[in-house]
């Protein structure tokens, strides 16, 4: 008989918001209904996987559950017994747990073997952990009335062929309830307890076709309950159901004896923005057939076919032919592998980016020449003898390695074999050969290529079994992977005929259009914000931190905004504390060791820090840091793990090892970090660093220590004092009278025979000018620095040159103004008001050396230098012409340069307030570009009030349309934004061309709707 299964999991029914949960509740009910009558020859059951409410604290929820889900199931004609459940986390009672936290901590805290786990859970002092779920077994009871319920785990018959175990694996589940005497069991991973005893016994008298419904997957549970599950859902289950990690996954696992399907669902309900969905599974009597997925759509406010979750847009998945795509152990093999060398803090892969190479080195481009780049594709085909692919540390070069083996495999039937250098022994080549042959079940004839990973030529081991291969295979290519620091990488010369006559090339970082990818893969999973946002938000914090673009860069970032999420720029000191809380969170804890939290890090790296800020000593050995710990520590009367923390810090790359005994911070913010959050402790260093603009040597630290709370008043006062001494200074040397302005005969040019077309001419420049994806892309890239990432030097700034240590000063000031959010009023208004000023001293810079821009294409003053770049490359103009075009384009650099360090949208009423009293009129105009830039609320009618304001045929009026036009091609606004970006643009151009001075919006909204064109554009269009 056909069999139809709805699978549905993590429902979380509360009863609030009838606009969210309810919205999404009746869709489900109405999208059940209509998907029910399409299986009228099928006999349907309902599995619900676990957390059914969202809270069982609150009184009468089951019964309202009952009542609003499972009755207008029954309704679709649904028997009751045709309904089974499991309990999942969510179904425990908390305010059990936290009232019986003395007897209930100390038991699910211990560490069960299998046996004491089951003697435990069958006897009398079992009820312990059921307890907490006395409401849902309530529901069990009397509400669903299912015979033979159980706690702990019980069978339901579905028919003559099918049968489902319900497996409660929340029983050693703490609920998420916070306990400081219970850190650790929070968070449910890795701990959890099920009962295998009758499980086994059910399964050994069992003889139909079995499918084990519960609520957590595998990787939840302690050790040894993972094995024992595996193991017998591999030796006598067909069908596995869970849920609980909100998001669907399907695994087809068709090996020989152990043939099963497992389905992880999504989540039906947490949020009406997020992706949920349910499944429906069909079997017979030979197996599962086909799964379909469904999936809410938010803006229909309907379920549809789950496209999301398959790789096909009808959301089914036909598991026949996914059997048949995997037929060998060779194929399975190697996916699990890059599968798990993909995996970021405890969670599955996101997705694949191709990675590209270069024969040129990354750490002396400052531009991603892409004409110069060659794909995975060009090694796989063409075979080159042999390849050695270097790369900074955690460029994914592992994964790079299973993927291009699995592909040699698919595509070209070719077995490649893969060896660690790091676990070989020395004297035994022959072993690890014979071990990676025999888990692949290959013979040595069988081998077409052969990878060497963690490959290091300094390695004596690595050299040994290089020549073994070279012997052995003398034929077949061979690639090395070699990932190295970046100390070591821009330290050593690369030549084609070292390191056994390898040619040598180099992984490049992620182009745009892959970080572009993985932004959309990652909101499809887990709603960050609209993907243009977050792609410009995680290519800024990538820049501002000096990371590589790379995935892991890419998901660490992701997952920090994940938590929380702002598209304004940055309080990099919120976001690095975001990322050290993932990095602990998501920290697998020995049973024999504590785990330090991340204010244990901060202390004790606060104090390492500071030592190397005093001494200037970057680098150290691991007892050096031992010692240092330990001497803290014990001054501070606090017990650490500090070997411990040093294992955590060094296996997620904070800190590096360069040479046998030799550490340091991979990456310079972490020194600046771990100081500035010192000073928030230590007054007496505070005072060092403060004093005598030391802070200055070291520029970050004054941004991270007034990120550290926001409200640093003395961080504040110093910077105004500063920062007006050295403007002062360099007005000095400049010499250039205070009321030069270099914009003010600067005019816009009207050419008057094209008055009578400009609404057409703006037609058309408009639709050439919003670009597609791809064309944004590259421009991004064109902008991108890749050598950046390698030079992470902890610098001592000079103040040699005033003008250059100006430079500095706006940027550590401008931070400083955009992390204090609740500093004194008037010390904020004064600090901005310094910076503006010390912009202006900029500026009269910039006029001072445009002569020489002009007519050399470079020019530098006390320290600071310029370049013109290919944009000013035109050779039929005049010096003199050059010279505006060189002066005109200042306010934009300017914006470049600063815009960023300083904007947030909490300072926006700040900015109105300055814009909208007197002020120097440059000044003005940059906050009136970086109004135009970011827009922030009220931005529109602050602009139009300058354009209305400002003189038609002034340069100001006219580089404010530039702007705009400029925002419109290149940046990321919503729709609202954009509507008011076109309005202004066409209305400041029609009062360009008008006969008057004045700025009529409605006139603008008047134009025949051509004249307000789409933003979509012909996608064949190129840079």
Not at 3 to 23: P, T, Y
Not at 232 to 237: A, E, G, R
Not at 267 to 280: A, E, H, M, N, V
Not at 705 to 716: E, F, L, V
Request: glycine residues 4%; aromatic residues 12%.
């Amino acid at each position: 008989m056909k069999v139809a299964i709805f699978f549905v999991s993590d429902i979380h029914f509360s009863e609030d918001k009838a606009e969210n949960q309810g919205l999404v509740m009746d869709a489900f009910l109405e999208d059940f209904k209509k998907q029910k009558e399409l299986m009228n020859d099928h006999e349907v059951f309902v599995c619900l996987g676990g957390d059914l409410v969202k809270n069982p604290d609150t009184p009468d929820i089951y019964r309202a559950f009952y009542k609003q889900f499972i009755k207008p199931i029954m309704a679709t004609g649904v028997k009751k017994k045709n309904i089974i459940c499991v309990p999942g986390n969510h179904d425990a009672h908390r305010a059990w747990i936290k009232e019986n936290i003395v007897v209930y901590g100390p038991v699910v805290s211990q560490n069960f073997t299998e046996d004491s786990f089951n003697t435990f859970v069958n006897s009398e002092n079992g009820i312990l952990l059921l307890h907490k779920f006395l409401q849902y077994n309530d529901y069990m009871i009397h509400g669903l009335e299912r015979d033979g319920f159980n706690l702990i785990g019980y069978p339901v018959e579905l028919n003559d062929e099918w049968s489902v175990y319900c497996l409660n694996s929340a029983l050693t589940s703490f609920a998420g309830v916070k306990d400081d005497n219970y850190p650790l069991l929070q968070k449910d991973d890795k701990r959890l307890c099920i009962d295998t005893r009758r499980l086994y016994e059910w399964v050994s008298n069992n003889k139909k076709k079995k499918i084990l419904l519960m609520h957590h997957p595998f990787d939840y549970y302690t050790n040894w309950a993972s094995a024992e599950l595996k193991k017998i859902v591999k030796q006598n289950f067909d069908l596995v159901l869970t849920g609980h990690s909100h998001e669907q996954d399907l695994l087809c696992n068709n090996n020989g004896k152990d043939s099963y399907i497992w389905c992880m669902a999504p989540q039906l309900f947490t949020d009406k923005k997020d992706t949920l969905g349910y499944s429906i599974i069909e079997l017979d009597t030979d197996g599962v057939k086909k799964i379909t997925y469904r999936e809410w759509n938010d803006k229909r406010n309907a379920f549809r076919p789950g496209g999301s979750f398959t790789e096909e847009e009808d959301g089914i998945v036909n598991i026949e032919q996914q059997k048949a795509t995997i037929k060998d152990k060779v194929t399975i093999l190697f996916e699990e592998r890059l599968n798990d060398s993909m995996a970021v803090y405890g969670d599955k892969s996101l997705v694949w980016l191709d990675r590209y190479f270069s024969v040129e080195r990354f750490d002396r481009a400052f531009t991603l020449k892409k004409e110069k780049l060659f794909s995975e594709d060009n090694i796989l085909n063409e075979e080159p003898k042999r390849i050695k692919i270097v790369t900074p540390a955690q460029y994914g070069l592992t994964s790079f390695a299973w993927h291009f083996l699995l592909r040699l495999w698919r595509e070209k039937n070719k077995f490649g074999l893969f060896l660690d250098c790091a676990l070989y022994k020395k004297g035994k080549p022959e072993k690890l050969f014979e071990n990676q042959l025999a888990t692949f079940e290959k013979k040595p004839q069988d081998v077409r290529w052969i990878v060497f990973d963690n490959w290091n030529v300094s390695n004596k081991d690595s050299k040994e079994i290089l020549t073994f291969t070279l012997a052995k295979y003398p034929e077949i290519p061979i690639m090395l992977l070699s990932s190295m620091l970046e100390k070591s990488l821009i330290e050593k010369e690369f030549t084609s005929n070292q390191d056994f006559s390898f040619v040598n090339l180099f992984m490049a970082p992620l182009q745009t259009f892959q970080v572009r990818k993985m932004v959309e893969v990652y909101n499809q999973k887990m709603r960050i914000d609209e993907n243009d946002k977050v792609l410009k938000r995680l290519n800024a914090d990538i820049t501002n931190f000096n990371m590589h673009r790379t995935p892991l860069s890419c998901i660490s970032l992701l997952e920090v905004f994940n938590k929380s999420f702002d598209d304004n720029p940055v309080n990099r000191t919120a976001m690095i504390q975001r990322l050290l809380s993932i990095i602990f969170d998501n920290e697998t804890v020995p049973n024999y060791k504590s785990l330090p939290d991340v204010k244990d890090c901060e202390f004790v790296l606060g104090y390492i820090c500071e030592h190397i800020i005093r001494t200037e000593h970057y680098y150290f050995s691991d007892e050096e840091f031992f010692d240092a710990s330990k001497k803290f520590c014990d001054a501070q009367k606090i017990t650490l793990d500090y070997r411990y923390l040093f294992d955590i810090l060094l296996n997620n790359q904070i800190l590096c090892q360069y040479e046998p005994h030799l550490f340091s911070f991979r990456f310079a913010f972490w020194v600046y970090y771990f100081a500035a959050m010192r000073m928030t402790k230590s007054q007496e260093f505070a005072s060092i660093i403060l004093d005598k603009e030391n802070y200055a040597h070291y520029p970050e630290i004054m941004e991270f220590y007034t990120g550290s709370d926001r409200t640093r008043n003395d961080a504040a006062e110093l910077l105004i004092k500063d920062i007006q001494n050295i403007t002062q200074s360099v007005e000095s040397k400049v010499g250039i009278p205070e009321d030069v302005n270099p914009f003010q005969r600067l005019k816009m040019k009207r050419n008057e025979a094209q008055i009578e077309n400009v609404i057409q001419q703006l037609e058309d420049n408009l639709q050439k000018s919003k670009l597609p994806d791809r064309i944004k892309d590259a421009w991004e890239d064109k902008n991108y620095n890749p050598s950046r990432p390698y030079h992470q030097d902890v610098y001592h700034v000079m103040k040699n040159y005033s003008v250059s240590y100006l430079q500095e000063m706006i940027g550590i000031a401008s931070k400083a103004m955009r992390n204090s959010d609740y500093i004194r009023p008037e010390l904020k208004e004064e600090l901005f008001d310094s910076i503006t000023k010390a912009w202006l001293a900029v500026v009269k810079v910039i006029y001072l050396m445009a002569p020489a821009l002009a007519r050399d294409g470079v020019a530098g003053y006390d320290g600071f230098s310029l370049q013109l770049d290919e944009t000013f490359s035109d050779s039929n103009i005049s010096d003199d012409e050059r010279l505006v075009d060189v002066i005109v384009s200042i306010p934009f650099n300017m914006l470049s340069w600063y815009k960023d360090d300083i904007y947030s949208a909490k300072l926006a009423n700040l900015i109105y307030d300055k814009i909208n009293n007197p002020i120097n009129p440059i000044a003005k105009h940059l906050l009136i570009g970086i109004v135009v830039s970011e827009q922030p609320d009220k931005w529109a009618e602050n602009v139009r009030k300058y354009l209305a304001e400002a003189d038609r045929n002034s340069y100001y009026f006219g580089n404010t349309l530039d702007l705009l036009l400029y925002k419109w091609r290149f940046d990321v606004m919503s729709e609202q934004d954009a509507g008011n970006t076109k309005l202004l643009y066409l209305a400041g151009m029609a009062k360009f061309y008008s006969r008057s001075n004045r700025l009529e919006l409605d006139k603008a909204r008047n134009y025949k709707s051509s004249a307000l064109p789409e933003r979509i554009v012909n996608k064949d269009d190129d840079v």
